[in-house]
């Protein structure tokens, strides 16, 4: 008896997230979880855990040639922080947002001193982005909001 092959069109499928991740980014990607900014640190205490909204969150995540600072498998989104060495590469960052979202994912982007400063107003607009990406919400989610 032989097992069916893995589907690699499946967006969130654990082949897919794999494909194209290279050995050493693994590695680079532990070792940035072990010393995470300020900001990091910060959403990372809303996001682990589900505590958000009930989203799954990964941290520092290798794809390809890049090391995203999170993402939320289950909808495709991407949220990347921008500490003041960002000012300087704007276009670096903007051939990796475009790749990134050749993957079919989608990228948000913050400064670290708005995560700081403005928590609320980027948890905000973190949850309309999932919204958006989530068209229908589980019956689970709608009554956590009529609440």
């Not at 069916?4 to 290279?22: C, K, M, N």
């Not at 990134?100 to 670290?112: A, C, D, H, K, M």
């Amino acid at each position: 008896m032989t097992l069916p092959e893995a589907d690699v069109s499946y967006p969130l499928s654990r082949v897919r997230e794999r494909v194209g991740v290279r050995a050493d980014a693994k590695g680079k990607a532990r070792e940035l979880r072990a010393r995470m900014t300020d900001a990091e640190a910060l959403l990372w205490q809303h996001f682990r855990g589900r505590r958000f909204q009930g989203f799954k969150f990964r941290r520092q995540r290798a794809l390809g040639p890049y090391i995203l600072d999170f993402i939320c498998l289950e909808v495709g989104l991407v949220i990347e922080m921008d500490g003041g060495q960002h000012a300087e590469q704007q276009a670096y960052d903007q051939a990796r947002t475009a790749w990134i979202e050749t993957q079919g994912l989608t990228v948000i982007r913050f400064w670290n001193h708005e995560v700081m400063n403005e928590t609320p107003a980027v948890l905000e607009q973190i949850w309309q982005a999932l919204r958006a990406l989530t068209p229908t919400l589980s019956r689970e989610r709608e009554r956590e909001q009529d609440t």
